[in-house]
């Protein structure tokens, strides 16, 4: 087991004197049997009234409303969690579905159909002709195997880059540009994950980073793909591996759009800046 404290503090600054709207808080790490939250603190400012539930993909999600006007709102995540995925790999796949491809059984495929809905149909030719780089079709393959090969070839293939502005590329832009972000490395992953047949989804977390890189921590974006008999495995293009201990979910989706760390409105003077800053450290 090893334990980790995550400090994710957010700052926005507005233009003038404005009125909040309710805030969606998505900070809290999804517990599991391999994830435990030992202790978790929410500091906002100004004063908000918050309102749990889980959402339909069973995220923890806090509802924020506020009753002052203000020039500034801050957000303060400090999570102690408790992370049990020291083995990754120690997983078993059923064996109908050891090998790719597969055909996911039919009681299945009825709650996995929307993680499996393909892109636009120009969007599904691009990727699916990349993807024959990766894979041909006759090719005998163990699945997770190629799931690697795939997190591996979007690693090696395509230039990472920091991107600040809001929003994730299509997977045909990631492809034409070449580059991406971790979340657009794990949008494409997912495409092609899909146009193969597999179930697929967004995740959205942190990542710790040992402190020996200069880095402490950074919010990351990965994908999993549901594999019969070993459940949702998670895949990370940016660094071409398994998702392991060091990766610490928060929110999963079908659609990237559908989970950022926070969402709002205001209403007051036109425009605002954000900063953010994130520490992730083993303790």
């Known amino acids: ?12 600054n507005f233009a003038g004197l404005v ?29 908000a009234t918050l309102l749990w539930h889980r959402d339909v993909e069973g995220n923890s999600v806090a509802i924020a409303t506020f009753d002052l006007p203000t020039t500034q709102l801050m957000v303060e995540s400090e999570v102690i ?34 993680y499996m809905a393909l ?18 079709p006759g090719e005998a393959i163990q699945t997770y195997t190629l799931l690697k090969r795939l ?14 502005e809001p929003g994730v590329q299509t997977a045909e832009q990631t492809l034409s540009y070449g580059a991406g972000s971790c979340r657009d490395f794990a949008l494409l992953f997912m495409e092609a994950a899909r146009c193969m047949g597999l179930a697929s989804r967004f995740v959205s977390g942190y990542l710790y980073v040992p402190t020996t890189t200069g880095d402490l921590g950074a919010t990351h974006a990965w994908a999993e793909v549901y594999l019969p008999g070993a459940g949702w495995k998670g895949f990370d293009p940016t660094a071409g591996e ?26 007051g003077p036109p425009g605002s800046t954000m900063e953010v800053g994130v520490w992730v450290n083993r303790i």
Do not use: C
Request: charged content about 20%.
């Open 19 to 47: 009125v909040l709207g309710p805030h969606s808080l998505r900070l809290r790490p999804k517990e599991a049997h391999a994830l435990r939250i030992e202790s978790s603190t929410l500091r906002i400012t100004p004063p």
């Open 151 to 164: 997190a591996s070839y979007i690693h090696k293939s395509l230039q990472y880059k920091v991107r600040e």
């Open 81 to 114: 969690i408790q992370q049990y995925n020291e083995t990754p790999l120690d997983f078993m796949v059923a064996s109908y579905a050891m090998h790719f491809p597969f055909t996911y059984q039919r009681d299945d495929l009825v709650l996995l159909a929307p």
């Open 119 to 136: 892109p636009t149909h120009k969007t599904s030719k691009r990727v699916t002709a990349w993807v024959a780089d990766v894979w041909q």
């Open 242 to 267: 398994l998702a392991g201990a060091d990766h610490i979910a928060v929110a999963v989706a079908r659609l990237p759009a559908s989970v950022p760390p926070i969402e709002g409105s205001f209403v």
């Open 1 to 12: 087991m090893q334990r980790y404290k995550i400090l994710h503090r957010t700052y926005y």
